[in-house]
């Protein structure tokens, strides 16, 4: 998805030129993206307004709820190592644990199964 998007933006487009200019054909700086955000925020009626920081985590955290190695999204994130990455995402859905252990550990076979079915009130 993210290749055919990145590939329509640079069609047509010279070697070095800009894929996202701003509307007046300037690059974005660090803080030109704060307004047209808070407006779409406020356009969808998302409240409070969402930032790119908290994009960053969604990403983040949609990657390690996945199953991505934490080596992975650590890289992606531009850290050098996984303690931020296990710190701020080790602690995600309170059922991703439980359900990762039992999608991954099988049956134990520890109980015999049985046709006897309790009855019903």
Excluded at 10 to 35: N, T
Excluded at 38 to 43: H, R
Excluded at 91 to 119: C, F, M, Q, W
Aim: proline letters at 7%.
């Amino acid at each position: 998805e993210g290749r055919e998007f990145f590939a329509s933006c640079a069609a047509g487009k010279v070697s070095g030129a800009l894929l996202l200019p701003r509307a007046d054909g300037m690059p974005w700086g660090k803080s030109h993206q704060q307004r047209p955000l808070g407006e779409a925020c406020e356009a969808a009626r998302i409240a409070p307004a969402i930032s790119f920081h908290i994009l960053r985590h969604t990403y983040a955290s949609r990657l390690v709820m996945r199953g991505a190695p934490l080596p992975v999204v650590a890289t992606q994130l531009g850290h050098t190592d996984t303690r931020m990455v296990e710190r701020h995402y080790g602690h995600l859905a309170p059922s991703y644990v439980a359900d990762t252990i039992r999608a991954t550990l099988g049956e134990l076979r520890i109980t015999e199964k049985s046709n006897v079915a309790a009855l019903q009130p």
